[in-house]
């Protein structure tokens, strides 16, 4: 009786018929499968579309400064007369910048600087390292620091503005829930932009 040949149009390819009859032809098909070299995918994320960014101003009596217009300014009860707290929301992306007006003597200064040290550094534990920007400003009487907080913390941006005499500003940029910091990155650099937009157009209101 004749052997019977496996024939397959296609040059290479294995037919059904061999495999049911020679097994080890199935294993050494896996075995060489499995020996590939494997190249995970880079993790993809949504795109994200930003709004034009148009510019309206926030004015206090002891201070002003520009902010988007598609942000909401909610103000907060104060325990202070003078004090004055708010938030910047950014309601498409989950976001809020909690600001605090101090007003100041140059013996309190020291202490509104230190505290604002403290509430940045109190997040050390989760981040993996804290820049530091210092900012000057010395025709508008401007000056302070910027907080770079990376890793995994829910507030990526702190920072404070003076004048040294009498006014103090802090503000702390946090996320409302957890998020994946890799995947907001375009977010917090545009809110970081904001910041800084913000700072540059702070103008103090002394009497």
Known sequence: MKNRKCRTPLSGVICIFCVMKYPLILIFILLLSSCRDYTPRPTGYNRIDFPENKLKQYSFKNFSFEY???VV???VATPAKE???FNIVYPRYDAVIHC??????SKDLSKAVEDSHQLAYSHTLKSEGINHIVYR???AGVSGLIYE???DVATPIQFFVTDSIKNFFRGSFYYSTKVNM????PVTNHIKEDIRQMIDSFVWKND
């Open 83 to 85: 004090e004055l707290w």
């Open 182 to 185: 890799d995947s907001v990155a």
């Open 100 to 105: 605090t007006y101090l007003p100041i003597s």
């Open 137 to 139: 400003n010395e025709g």
């Open 73 to 75: 300014i909610d103000t």
């Open 68 to 70: 988007p217009d598609y």
């Open 149 to 151: 907080i990376e890793g």
